[in-house]
């Protein structure tokens, strides 16, 4: 499974990812252990500004 | 036996004989099984145990020869461009030299120490520009090698060698500025071959451009652009109408048509439901469709193709080897030639004077008042340049590469390029019926329905949609087709090999084949007309019955293809004698090979017995093609002396046949026999044109009539001759 990491926008295999967190029942995966502490601090502020990420490239 | 075959890209072949050293020193490396080197697309595909050896040391093997493999792919050097920076440096070095050459034939000694400053001249052009010329003559024959760089080389050197002597004092004409002269001709040849090389190779590049370069995913819910790439299997791409299929997959949302044209050469779209396999490169035309990933990377579909057609190329037509055999020998022979004339000039030159003199009438550049020195070595660098038989090395290689491309465009792969020389001889053509002349499943061709609601299929296929035989599943799909509404039955029961029943709306019905019935029953004689009518084609009755009484009759039989009467046609207009082989019964083959219109039928034949016709056909002196579907046909199809494999759906039946048709079309057969018989035409002319060229010149050169200078110029236009005659392919309509 693909996911993306909610504060830098990369996609990461599910696998691949450094770092997990649950949030609101929900898991997000994250690329390296500073994207999941950065989560971690203010998980709201990255869901809504995580969404500007995840255009798809236009 | 774990053998593995690899292709890679060879670094450094100039030449036909570059190749042959390089597939010797392949082959001479313990563990490994075959190799082939291409000339063309500077390639080698090799089989070796890997158990036994390594790719580095079969590489390292290589290298001593002064060619090297590239074990890193994807650090491939572009030869077009260091062939342009070549030729750019010597056009701008060739302008000074043709002044200064000019000034000093009108104006003889206008120019003081015209031999040092002839050197200064030419000394970079050929020594810089010309740098990996002499660089890998010189490897070469360090090694013991000999390749056709080592001649146009010696040529050079010993043209500018006379300069040196000159100044030494000697009494010679200073050829430097000739020398300088077939380097830059050299040069120029090299870079138009890259050129026109990358031209026939463009089919290939052509088919790597058919996959997407991107792919919509799901991820989180949301749709993510990403490189094909970086697709893995399972993931979710949404594709959009007119958008490009990314890579193979599964349809799990949607419905579609879809443009397959580039894998089959079938122009009509195929309509595509769930769980409908797709192929990556393929065109989505009508509806938005969700697909997961089932390939992706080596094993898609699209590339499992392109190595084919790569293999196919580097695959050797016999007369290649002939070829092959000849450059082998030619340039020591060549060598010793020019040492033989340089001789016969240096120690005879009363003869060659003569000659010359005469031959000064017309030709004007020929100076009988040279001295014997200057005379030889005039005579065998000319000999030298002319003799270079590049053109032959690319005469085979080049037109596989076009014909290779044009098939793949055509849905026609030729695996084997034997095949392609074997197809001219071929004068009987076997063909398995099922799969082949006839779409290989059975349909419903014929209905009676006494009732006059017409609601007699209605019943029979909801009573057959309970049933898993396949004459049921034709009798569904006959009603699905109609848009007939399938009703619910009760109390199914199969009995097998004589029918199903059960009850449809309280009414009790039986259906089945008619013999079972006819035993209990008296027949009504239109029903037997009809039956009778049916088993007289070949076809399967299936009747069906209510309470006792007879209501509705459909016949079933597999169809044959649109295409197949025309194919038969044209092949009996090629004089090609179609022969039929199936194992089903008499009557049904007689009435399929009746409307296709073939003679020699074999039927109700067992798969073992398919082998032994086609050796029986062969011992009776026939060359035989036989067409199969590939998996029950293989052995048949190995026998055959070409073997066509009809690829089935997406997979691509690699192992069974020297040509494999994707997605059996028959016209493609016609197409393959086409397509052989123009790519063997084209080698034989390329290999006339390259042998003719250096045939009718190299005694020329001898008697000293030829200028080395357009010696050169006669080489290189006969590789590009024989490059775009390859590419004329192109032409042919298949």
New interface residues.
């Given amino acids: 499974?693909?996911?993306?990491d909610p504060v830098c926008g990369m996609?990461i295999?599910e696998e691949n990812a450094e770092g997990s967190f649950e949030y609101k029942g929900k898991t997000y995966y994250f690329c390296s252990i500073e994207c999941l502490e950065e989560f971690k601090k203010n998980p709201e502020k990255h869901l809504k500004e995580g969404s500007t990420h995840?255009m798809?490239?236009k | 036996m774990a053998e593995k075959t690899t292709t890679l890209g060879v670094k450094g072949m100039t030449c036909a004989s570059c190749a042959v050293t390089v597939k010797k020193a392949i082959e001479k490396t313990p563990g490994v099984v075959n190799a082939n080197v291409n000339l063309a697309t500077n390639k080698a595909t090799f089989t070796f145990d890997p158990n036994i050896i390594s790719i580095d040391e079969i590489a390292k093997n290589v290298s001593k020869t002064g060619y090297a493999l590239e074990v890193n792919i994807g650090k491939e050097v572009d030869e077009l461009a260091l062939a342009k920076k070549r030729m750019l440096l010597a056009i701008a070095l060739i302008i000074p030299e043709t002044v200064l050459m000019l000034i000093d034939m009108i104006w003889p000694n206008a120019i003081p120490y015209i031999d040092v400053i002839s050197l200064i001249v030419a000394f970079p052009l050929i020594f810089i520009a010309g740098f990996t010329i002499i660089k890998t003559a010189f490897k070469a024959l360090i090694h013991g090698n000999t390749n056709m760089d080592l001649l146009i080389t010696m040529g050079v050197l010993a043209s500018f060698a006379t300069g040196i002597m000159k100044i030494a004092g000697m009494n010679i004409v200073n050829f430097a500025f000739i020398g300088g002269m077939i380097m830059f001709f050299e040069l120029i040849g090299k870079y138009l071959e890259a050129l026109a090389k990358g031209r026939a190779s463009r089919a290939i590049k052509s088919l790597l451009e058919l996959g997407a370069k991107t792919a919509?995913?799901i991820?989180?819910g949301?749709?993510?652009?990403?490189g094909t790439s970086?697709l893995?299997i399972?993931?979710i791409m949404v594709i959009r109408p007119g958008e490009k299929i990314p890579t193979d997959g599964l349809i799990i949302e949607g419905e579609t048509t879809i443009d397959e044209s580039m894998t089959t050469g079938e122009s009509m779209p195929v309509l595509k439901n769930l769980n409908d396999g797709v192929i990556g490169g393929t065109i989505n035309q009508m509806g938005s469709i969700k697909v997961k990933v089932t390939k992706v990377g080596e094993d898609t579909f699209l590339s499992q193709l392109i190595k084919l057609v790569e293999e196919a190329q580097s695959s050797k037509v016999p007369i290649q080897e002939f070829a092959d055999k000849i450059t082998s020998y030619f340039v020591p022979i060549v060598l010793l030639l020019s040492i033989s004339v340089f001789l016969l000039w240096f120690f005879f030159p009363d003869t060659g004077r003569n000659i010359v003199t005469w031959g000064a009438k017309f030709i004007p550049w020929i100076n009988p008042s040279l001295n014997r020195t200057s005379m030889a070595i005039f005579a065998s660098v000319a000999t030298l340049v002319i003799a270079c038989p590049c053109a032959l090395g690319l005469a085979t290689p080049t037109a596989l590469m076009v014909s290779g491309g044009l098939g793949a465009k055509n849905g026609i792969l030729i695996r084997n390029g034997e095949a392609i020389e074997t197809m001219k001889e071929v004068d009987t053509i076997v063909f398995d019926k099922t799969g082949t002349l006839t779409i290989g499943k059975p349909t419903v061709t014929d209905i009676f329905d006494i009732l006059k609601d017409k609601s007699g299929l209605s019943i029979l296929a909801s009573l057959e949609n309970y049933s898993e035989h396949p004459i049921a599943k034709a009798i569904v799909e006959k009603a699905k087709n109609e848009k007939i509404e399938l009703l619910p039955v009760e109390n199914f029961t199969a009995i097998p090999g004589i029918g199903v029943k059960g009850s449809i709306k309280g009414e009790k019905y039986f259906a089945g084949k008619p013999k079972e019935i006819f035993n209990n029953n008296s027949t009504p004689a239109e029903l037997g007309n009809f039956v009778n009518k049916i088993e007289s084609e070949g076809k399967t009755a299936i009747i069906l019955m209510r309470r006792n009484k007879l209501i509705c009759a459909v016949g079933v039989a597999d169809t044959i293809k649109d295409d197949s009467k025309n194919l038969i046609d044209t092949i009996k207009m090629l004089n090609i004698n179609p022969v039929m082989l199936t194992g089903d019964n008499k009557t049904t083959a007689n009435f399929i090979a009746r409307k296709v219109g073939i003679d020699t039928i074999l039927a109700e034949v067992l798969p073992k017995d398919k082998l032994d016709i086609v050796k029986e056909l062969q011992e009776k002196g026939h060359i035989v093609a036989m067409v199969g579907d590939g998996i029950n046909d293989a052995p048949a199809i190995k026998q055959a002396n070409v073997g066509i494999a009809m690829g089935t759906g997406s997979d691509i039946t690699i192992e069974a046949g020297d040509i494999v048709l994707i997605k059996g079309s028959l016209g493609n057969v016609l197409k393959a026999i086409k397509l052989s018989r123009a790519t063997f035409k084209k080698i034989k002319e390329n290999l006339f044109w390259a042998l003719f060229y250096n045939i009718i010149a190299i005694p020329i050169a001898a008697i000293g009539f030829l200028h080395p200078v357009i010696a050169e110029i006669a080489m290189a236009f006969s590789s590009i001759n024989v490059i775009t005659n390859s590419i004329r392919l192109n032409r042919v309509n298949l």
């Avoid at chain 2, 949301?222 to 990403?226: H, R, S, W």
């Fill in positions: 499974m693909k996911h993306i996609i295999k995840k798809p490239n | 919509r995913i991820i989180d949301q749709e993510v652009e990403v970086n893995d399972g993931d």
